[in-house]
């Protein structure tokens, strides 16, 4: 029997935390939607690769890996200023065809196993794995592949 229900509007976000507190009441969460790899960290607790580099002043500072050092002293001073100031959304229809080509070039030189997996319209999925490498100082790939060797623990 259903004692009580909540909708949330589609562009309320929801995360871990909330769902934790849900089970916490001892209500089970029904969720609908968003990706698989959202709802892994919904499944799972240890799922998500944590950075937890910071500066004195608060903010991330991630050091690159060396291997992808490597290869970002290999970018040309306009592929680098690129990757430095990535676009907010991807790159869309012909006219920007070549500005999508350039971005999946950038993440080829940079992590090529994550440009295997993309075409290179994919953009949204191009864009994403350039911002990790920004926001992370690590390739995708690695990420992934640190994930795949954790045990998984079920909330």
Known sequence: MLHSTSVLEPI????TVQIDAIHARKHLPVIVGGTSYW?????FTNQLVVDESTSEDGKKTPQ?????????????AEELALLNNLPDDPPKGPTETTDARKL????????????????????????????????????????I???????LNSR
């Open 12 to 15: 309320h976000c929801i995360d």
């Open 39 to 43: 709802l892994q960290s919904l499944l």
């Open 64 to 76: 690159p890996t060396a291997d992808l050092q490597a290869a970002l002293d290999k970018l040309s």
């Open 104 to 143: 999946w070039e950038i993440l080829d030189k940079l992590d090529p196993e994550m440009a295997a997996r993309w075409h290179w319209k994919d953009c949204r999925k191009v864009l994403r794995s350039l911002a990790i490498i920004v926001e992370k100082g690590e390739k995708s790939s690695d990420i």
């Open 145 to 151: 592949k640190k994930q795949d060797q954790n045990q």
